[in-house]
């Protein structure tokens, strides 16, 4: 009797692996399309070979989205090296042979040319591209992009020391349905947040150049509605040029910008028709920062960062 038993039970087992393991691919895509991209990668697809191909499929495909798994995480030196960068790219060149040409966002970051390159000539419909904190991202893979996935809504390049006012000028010239454009740089201001994580060559690498991508941005894409450059060193000037060639704007973050006063945004902004929100530098900057004699006296950071959280 507790022989028969233990048969019924081995094969009611047996029945409900079948079952699992014989899944249509249709009611397969149903499942997997309901889990998020990170957790079809450490879970479905190293279940069985069926389920492999159906994570595979290119309706799964056409968003590659790890952003939100860095941003739950503590940022890590490991995100630094190599070997980390090396296994993003992996994972992103799966993805887009997958997609069949069908991926429309990419989301990462701590990628490089090797993948950006494959991505501009397999994934010309690509309308989102955030790739924050890249080192080894430079302006020959962006050059690519620009050419090849004209129909860019979206670019985020915060973080990416090599990539220079040269891609922010291909991407304005061939990528006419951009509209918005996150160009933050790290906060320079007070480094600390960053030492001991990010390596000292790169937080030193910092671009200097900010009033020569105001002017790029403000010649090629006037389409914008979206801009943040936050930290950015760009003058009045450059937030002129910004302000008079982007006259679409709605959103401007500009927390950071130290070298900005109020009324220099004020003027800048006041023809801004559309403008709804305007975040303006509110920070503490430590006195050691900048030399008394770029200002000579204290008394200018009233004028200079006019603030409620700024105390001397």
Known sequence: MECKEGTRETDAESVLISDWAELTHECLLNILSRLTFEHRWTGPMFVCKPWLNACKDPSLNSVFDLETRFDSSSESTRWWTPEFERRIDSMLR?????????????????????????????????????????????????????????????????????????????????????????????????????????????????????????????????????????????SAKGLGSICEGCSQLEHLDLSGCANLTSRDILNATSNLKDLKEVKKPNFYIPRSVFHTERYGHWRLYDERFQTDVFRI
């Open 94 to 234: 799966s993805v887009i042979t997958w997609s069949n040409c069908n991926l429309t966002q990419i989301l990462t970051r701590h990628c490089s040319d090797l993948s950006l390159n494959f991505a501009a000539q397999r994934c010309p419909n690509l309308q989102v591209l955030s790739i924050k904190s890249c080192p080894r991202v430079t302006d020959a893979s962006m050059a690519q992009i620009a050419y090849h996935c004209r129909n860019l809504k979206l670019l985020d390049i915060s973080y990416c020391y090599e990539i220079s006012h040269e891609s922010l000028s291909l991407i304005g010239r061939n990528c006419p349905n951009l509209k918005i454009l996150k160009r933050n740089l790290m906060n320079w201001l007070d480094p600390s947040q960053h030492m001991g994580i990010v390596p000292d060559e790169y937080l030193n690498a910092c671009p200097q150049d900010g009033d020569t991508e105001a002017a790029v941005i403000a010649k090629f894409m006037p389409q914008l509605e979206h801009l943040e450059i936050r930290f950015s060193k760009l």
